[in-house]
């Protein structure tokens, strides 16, 4: 369970100007960075200051966690998807959504796609590459990415907007990063998420054009 943060509006406030120097340290609009700010497992008390000092975007690791904690309160936001997603829960995934993160198979593809056809609903979709190719993490490898991402534009008809990685903890992120970078670039891709609290400012130097903090916001969990 998470311990929150005394003062969760001024951490919040804090990684929104560490943002803003970090992309203009490197010559980008701090505009083109977007802020998810990762409320999985937190209770509302810790969420509710973070809203009303004015962050919209949000990010869940668990569709019915996320229907829980959001079901009534997500009016005017924009929530995200960045845990895996099983085939099963397509159907409540394209429902309450508005970004998956999580794309790695093709089942999962075939799902969402059939959901989005019959529900005429269709959240954005970022395909996760499992940079370090790490057995316990989702995502797909970075030598099949090219194929996975033509597959899912073309047999399964779906629009891919971004990628997504997450590094393996304890190696320096730079080089998953412009792993990353290299693979969106040469699919014509522009939208990257990645970065965390202990290197977004770094993922913001690799381009990041979203950055998925929890901590930093509100505290470490326990």
């Known amino acids: 369970m998470a311990q929150p943060l005394s003062d969760p509006p001024r951490a919040y406030a804090d990684v929104v100007a560490r943002i803003g120097r970090a992309a203009q340290a490197v010559g980008r609009d701090p505009a083109a960075v977007s802020l998810v700010a990762v409320s999985k497992q937190q209770p509302w008390e810790a969420i509710a200051p973070v ?11 668990r569709v019915q966690d996320a229907m829980t904690r959001w079901e ?17 829960k397509a159907a409540d995934a394209v429902a309450f959504f508005d970004v ?10 075939a799902a969402l796609a059939r959901e989005i056809d ?9 395909v996760q590459v499992n940079t370090g190719e790490e057995p316990q993490k989702a995502g797909v490898i970075p030598a099949g990415a090219d194929a996975f991402i033509a597959a899912c534009r073309g047999p399964h008809g779906l629009e891919i907007e971004g ?18 970078g290299r693979i969106a670039a040469r699919n014509g ?23 998925r903090v929890g901590s930093a916001v509100f505290g470490a969990r326990a």
């Open 51 to 61: 809203l009303a000092a004015g962050q919209r975007i949000f990010g869940e690791n």
């Open 72 to 88: 009534g309160r997500a009016a005017g936001l924009t929530l995200h998807l960045i845990g895996p997603l099983q085939s099963n």
């Open 100 to 109: 998956v993160e999580t794309l790695d198979r093709e089942r999962l593809a």
């Open 118 to 126: 019959r529900q005429g609903r269709r959240p954005r979709l970022y």
């Open 163 to 180: 990628l997504m990685c997450i590094p393996p903890f304890g190696e320096p992120s730079g080089p998953h990063f412009a792993l990353l």
């Open 189 to 211: 891709l522009a939208k990257l998420s990645m970065g965390m609290s202990d290197d977004f400012e770094t993922a913001i130097r690799f381009g990041a054009t979203s950055v």
